[in-house]
């Protein structure tokens, strides 16, 4: 008895006697340049502990006993250790492996998947971005296999991404944690975050963490801006395309002093030139002018890091027939499109740092938006109106040691609606207060699970639970295994979401009890593995994920005269799966070559009241990309091409026009893009190219000769509406 009694009072003075080793590992360059290195491992040897480094560079071990060696491992940077005898801080400094680093500054990293993560992850970089023109967030995956991007119809201009089969409305979209395009923001948000003023894209498929809020049902999108206190003191962007569009980006950062800095960002587009192309009578493009303005601030110090700012939007839009004039054209005879947008916003974001115990934070985000659309389709009337205000607490430490970490907090989404559509309005008003608390627990090189569990309370929805689960296997060193399951569910906005099919002479009929819900569970999982091929480095990611709906609101186009909108009384599913293979031939030339098969499917209704199961319309079921990069020493020349080709897709079998009806699936067709860039010692030039072999859908409209008649639909879009476009830009930079 004794002895037990013994036994576990030492054991509790081994727990209670425990001492904290902490420290910051950083790389240090020749030139003196120090960056966090997150990601990397420290190893306590006596105690066998160990953990990962933040994503602030900051470690923190639980040891029990004095002296002992702590061992400090990154890729690609040679190994250190530290003698360690008594509990203190180190900064911890590693210098490239003379080996390694010249064959990754030769060969580069090929293809953007995050290795490290828990998700299956890409990271878009601004390399990747300055790839393509990415004027703006929807012309910057032209090069990503993962994410496709179509017009919604062949008026309005406005864009829609695609992920896993499904469009962006359920894909979570952020700015910097911040939410983004929702709301009456999704109709054309795509268009409104210029591609200049973005530094990185963070695409993760299937369910994102619990932190980040209940939306995400297929994946999440995080955007990183121009930040005041890294970004140039003056950049420029100057571009203009053979379309009769052109563009102005201006960014300024001042460093007041070693805390506080600012940054203003300015974006100015326009598109002036009427095309018609495929001589329908109806502009292929829409005319529109584009203001965007931001100013950030941030103040950084050993124990606060805060962040704020604010923008404000306004756009012009008009489209329609050729001859349609905005302010003399009578609409009831000639037919126009016009919409009038203008956004306030402003946000901020607090951090509380504890510089000797790194594991630790609070965070609170908080961001306010006002947004106005005023929108006619001949003499349709659409108003819109939206108030909405976010925060987020966040507070995260360990348990132990680093290797079991734990966040929880809570939120608040307020959400005020006003539209009107013809002689309807619809208002509302959103409630969502809630709780979340996720779980880490991580075995250093070898696996980390991620449990996480959400409740919000929605004032009109109810109570929802969200439950979410992620894990990584690191079956190997060049082995990784990924797999996620979990919940997410959103409210819907009918018509700011399907703006794009006011396009027509449809009738929109609302059908059944509706129920405003979306809900969904999505699982799946990815294996992706590096190895050297002709020793050069290589690798290979194969992805699969499914989203099973348990409610999901239809936008039914398969009967004429009519969309009908209805909570599916049925099933609803997505499948999507995915392999892409990374791999640089030869010095700094990279080849990304991917396949993409998706099976999405939902039952309808058919005319007689039963259920008849669809594939999803104007979605492609196979994809390719191919995309090849090559750059000369020091980068002074870089050559970009991508090659997609997408397969056949289904069209509403909805004859609303006789003789003009589309074919029941439409064609494969190619698009090719490409681009040169020179670069000088301050600024470059890039021109480029896209749909090089000038494909266009050969009627995108229908019933385009007499658009007031019962067959006008501008809605059947599956291809390019306008063909080949040229384009030439220059970026210039003061550092």
Known sequence: ?????????????????AQEITGRVMSLDDAGKMEDLPGSTVFYVPDSQGGIVGA?????????????????????FAPDSVWVTKPQFFHVHLRANGAELSEVKVVASPGGHDMQSIQSREILTMKTLAKAACCNLSESFET?????????????GAKQISLLGLSGTYVQTQVENVPSIRGLKSTFGLNYIPGTWIR????????????????SMTGAINMELAKPDTSEVYFLNAYGNSQGRFEVNQ????????????????????QVSRLDGNKDGFMDLPLFNLVNVMNRWKYASDKWMVQWGGGYLHEQRVAGQMNFEEKTSNRYFVYGFGSATTRFESFAKIARLFQTKPWKGLGLILSAADHRNDSYFAFKQYLGREQSVFGNLIYQSIIDNTNHTWKAGSSFLYDAYQERYLDSTYARTELVPGFFGEYIWTIPNRFTL???NRVDFHNQLGTKWVPRVHAKWDITPTWLARASVGKGWRRVNPLAENMGFLANARSIKLVGDLNPLEEAWNYGFSLSHEFQLANRKANLVFDYFQTDFTHQWIVDMEIAHAIRMYSNPGASYSKSAQIEFNYSPLPRLE?????????????????????????????NRDRVLVNLAYATKYDIWKFDLTWQWSGPRRIPNAYVHAGDAPEVNAPAFSMVYGQVTRQFKHWEMYVGVENLFNFTQANPIMGAA????????????????AGRMVYTGLRYKIN
């Open 591 to 619: 080849w990304k070559a991917a396949y993409r098969f998706q099976d999405v499917a939902s039952d309808y209704l058919s005319e007689s009241g039963g259920l008849r199961r669809l594939s999803k319309p104007f979605l």
């Open 200 to 215: 990185s894209i963070d695409l993760a498929k299937g369910q994102s963490s619990v932190v980040n809020g209940y939306e």
């Open 1 to 17: 008895m004794f002895i037990r009694y013994l036994f576990i009072f030492l054991l509790f003075c081994s727990q209670v006697w």
């Open 251 to 270: 960014q300024a950062a001042h460093k007041f002093n070693g805390k506080l800095s600012t940054a203003l960002l300015t974006h100015y587009s326009q």
């Open 706 to 721: 007499d658009p007031f008649a019962r067959g006008f639909d501008a809605t059947m879009v599956w291809g390019p509406i």
């Open 56 to 76: 602030n560079g900051m470690f923190s071990i639980k040891v029990r006993q004095f002296p002992g060696w702590l061992r400090i491992r990154s890729v690609g």
């Open 144 to 156: 990503n296999a993962s994410v496709s991007v179509n017009f919604t119809d062949a008026v309005t």
């Open 450 to 452: 991620v449990l996480g």
